[in-house]
């Protein structure tokens, strides 16, 4: 008795409630692989921008130079860029405005950048959520499969009179696929959302220093005349 226990055999035999957790689970693989190169090209932008305006930032030039250098660019700032022209926009605002002590206007000026700062933070933690649930839920999705399918070729069992290994070995192979595509979401899911996570908080890190250092120039040029 020849039993074909190809993977697509395995796969087109097996039950309706496997069939679907398989289809599941490579549906979230398929989206998880989607945010995974969309989420490290938006990262490995988001510090690309950072690397090259602490460059012009640190260079000398002058704060109101490099607003308007930003603020003239053809496409939309981005990332720490933003933090700084919603910081300096305002406190240029609250300068015009007469009759506003420095502390108040550094306070105004740090207040926006930190909105800011948390939109970016935001913008960039998305989809990190789907990762980690992929991630963590997967491997049960898939198990949960492996143990219906392996249930049911237990009880079909019944209905022969004789149980062989070649009986059996299908309906136990295609219920392990089950288990097995869901490491494949998981395994790629986890190391993606650990590493995001890690670039992130690195990020976060450095939007946050910027701000601070930001402030201290602008305390000097709020009081001075």
């Known amino acids: 008795m020849n039993t074909d226990l190809s993977i697509f055999h395995l796969v087109t035999q097996a039950s309706f409630v496997v069939q679907f957790v398989m289809l599941v689970l490579f549906t979230a693989s398929l989206v998880s692989w989607t945010f995974i190169f969309s989420k490290r ?16 930032f640190w260079s000398g030039v002058s704060l ?53 700062l948390l939109r970016e ?45 070649a009986t059996v070995a299908p309906g136990i192979a295609e219920a392990l696929i089950a288990t097995a595509i869901g490491l494949f979401a998981a395994i790629p899911a986890v190391v993606a959302y650990n590493r995001f996570s890690t670039r992130l908080d690195h990020l976060t890190g450095r939007y946050e220093l910027f701000v601070e250092e930001f402030v201290v120039l602008l305390q000097r040029q709020a009081h001075s005349k």
């Open 41 to 56: 090209k938006e990262l490995n932008r988001a510090v690309e921008i950072t690397d090259e305006f602490e460059e012009q």
């Open 64 to 116: 109101s130079e490099l607003y308007r250098k930003l603020a003239a660019k053809d496409f939309e700032p981005e990332g720490i860029e933003k933090i700084f022209l919603a910081g300096y926009k305002e406190f240029s605002r609250m300068r015009l405005s007469g009759n506003v002590e420095p502390a108040v206007q550094v306070e105004s000026a740090q207040r926006v950048m930190r909105i800011e």
């Open 121 to 165: 933070l935001d913008r960039l933690d998305e989809h990190l959520a789907f990762l980690a649930t992929v991630g963590s839920t997967s491997p049960y999705v898939g198990l949960f499969g492996t143990v219906w399918g392996i249930m049911n070729s237990f009880m079909g069992l019944g209905n022969v009179k004789q149980a062989t290994l």
